[in-house]
Each structure stands twice: as structure tokens, then as C-alpha cells.
């Protein structure tokens, strides 16, 4: 498989929030595993693709899930027609030829799971194909990633201490207003006033998480609500669409987000 089809081609629009760039890039240097911790839809898949394109290194992301086994990440023997044959999974292919890894909600896998990326996390940067008998050395530009949403965890569900004491971490939040404005407008061509409404739309969102929501609204709804502004929609009806109607059930919570939208966009 050539690896040059994971190369990023296209700068992908990534607004600092931060030092996020300058810590990653040091990190990245000294092949420092890296976890970048925040909740969903704040830009740590953006940022991720960004910094793979600044460093020209190819990105394999894993979007991570609780039937993963550990040999949807490392390879398994296919038959075919000649036989049995090995195959590389996401995480072998990215050891060999020295791409990011990104495991996108790594806590999603099971712990058995999780331990494969053990040795290729401390100064060994193995990877062991137990079934096949290999042991893989990582190529020296190889470098883990992983996201991790805290407002996920509960006891049952959390990395390990051992894993986690492998990565050096970077917060993550919602930017701040006027740069989420910003990001809201570019990535869909909504006007200034639009911008800022939806993002006060969303603070009051992110208020009630933990009084009946789990999660606010993110960025990436955000943008979802403007991109149906953007093609003509009632910004009413989009902002229910995006905004509320996937957040939450709760009938009383809907009434509450409902009228939130209808204070900042008034009947059209
Ligand atoms: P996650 O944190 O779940 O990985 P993503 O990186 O997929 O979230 O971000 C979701 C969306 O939010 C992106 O597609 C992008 O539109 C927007 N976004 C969030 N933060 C930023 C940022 N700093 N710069 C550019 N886009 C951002």
C-alpha cells in the first residue's frame, strides 16, 4: 500500500487558538506521543491534519469503537486464493513508513486493545506481530497521536494510567467567541452578524452541560448551521436542525435550546 495517498495535498484551514502549533511541533521533534484532549467537534481532527500537512508527513486516522480489536489496528492473515495472507492494519502500515497515527477517541477501545500501542509509545517504538512472529521497528518519523474527550470518562471507560503516562497532552476547548465567529465564517460563508448569533446560540448550550445536556453544542455544528443558512434555509429551522434537534431528547431541553434560538433569530 503506498503511503503517499495519506499526504495531505491541501492546507487545511486551521485557526491557532494558541501555542498549539509551536508545542506540537516540538513534540513531534523529539517523537514525543502526543493526546489532544477536549470535546467533540473543537478542532483536534482539524488540528491534527493541519500539523501532518505543515510537516509534509502522511496522517493514518483510526476513528476508534468498542468492537476495535487489537488486529483491526496491528493486521490479520486474509485468505485468498493463493492462501493465507498477512495484511497490515492501520497501525503497522503508519510504523513502517513513518506516518502520524491518529487514533481518533482511543478510549472508545477496549483496554486490551489499547495496550498494543504500548511499546511503540516508550523508547522501544516496537511493534510486535505476535501472530505473524515480526517485530516491527518504527520508522524514525513515525509519532502517535490521540484524542480524548474528558467529559466522556467514567471509571469503566478510561484509559490507564500506563497508557496515559505515555503522552504529553494539549487542551483543547471551544475558541472564544470572536475566533469561533471567525471560524464559523469561514468555513461557511455565513455574514459576521450570523456568526456571532449561532456562537451565543452554543454558549447558552454549553451552560446547561451537566444540568440535563452531556455535551454543548460544538464547532462543528456551528458550521453546520451556517452551512444550511448559507444555502437559504430559514436560520430558524437550520439552527433546530443542527443545533438541538441531535443534541438532546429531553423534550423540556428542546423547549430550552428551541427558545434560545428563537431570542437570537426571531420569526422570519
Ligand atoms: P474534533 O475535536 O471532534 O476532532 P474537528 O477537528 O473535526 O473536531 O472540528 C470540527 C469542526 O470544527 C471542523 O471541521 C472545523 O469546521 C471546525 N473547527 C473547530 N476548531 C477549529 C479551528 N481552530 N480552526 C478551524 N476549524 C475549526
Request: charged content about 25%; aromatic content about 8%; some cysteine.
Amino acid at each position: 500500500m503506498s503511503v503517499e495517498q495519506y499526504l495531505i495535498k491541501v492546507q487545511p484551514y486551521y485557526r491557532t487558538v494558541g501555542n498549539e502549533v509551536e508545542l506540537y511541533e516540538a513534540a513531534y521533534s523529539a517523537r514525543m506521543p502526543v493526546m489532544l484532549k477536549g470535546p467533540t467537534g473543537c478542532g483536534k481532527s482539524r488540528f491534527v491534519e493541519y500539523m501532518a500537512w505543515k510537516l509534509k508527513k502522511p496522517l493514518i486516522t483510526v476513528a476508534c469503537n468498542e468492537d476495535m480489536t487489537a488486529s483491526d489496528l496491528v493486521g490479520r492473515f486474509l485468505l485468498d486464493a493463493s492462501g493465507t495472507k498477512w495484511h497490515d492494519g492501520p497501525l503497522t502500515v503508519a510504523a513502517r513508513s513513518g506516518a502520524i497515527c491518529y487514533l481518533d477517541e482511543i478510549v472508545e477501545a477496549r483496554q486490551d486493545t489499547t495496550v498494543v500501542i504500548h511499546p511503540l509509545t516508550d523508547h522501544r517504538r516496537q511493534l510486535p506481530l505476535e501472530k505473524k512472529g515480526e517485530l516491527v521497528n518504527a520508522h524514525a518519523d513515525f509519532q502517535i497521536v490521540i484524542s480524548y474527550n474528558p467529559g466522556y470518562q467514567s471509571l469503566m471507560k478510561d484509559l490507564k494510567q500506563s497508557t496515559k503516562q505515555r503522552f504529553g497532552a494539549i487542551d483543547f476547548d471551544y475558541p472564544e467567541a470572536g475566533v469561533e465567529a471567525e471560524i464559523v465564517m469561514h468555513e461557511t460563508k455565513v455574514d459576521k452578524a450570523t456568526a456571532e448569533k449561532l456562537v451565543q446560540i452554543a454558549h447558552r448550550a454549553r451552560n446547561l452541560k451537566g444540568h440535563g445536556l452531556d455535551e454543548g453544542i460544538s464547532t462543528r455544528l456551528l458550521a453546520y448551521a451556517g452551512s444550511l443558512i448559507a444555502r437559504g434555509i430559514d436560520p430558524r429551522a437550520a439552527c433546530q436542525m443542527t443545533l438541538v434537534r441531535p443534541i438532546t431528547d429531553d423534550p423540556d431541553m428542546r423547549e430550552t435550546l428551541d427558545a434560545a434560538v428563537a431570542m437570537f433569530f426571531p420569526g422570519t
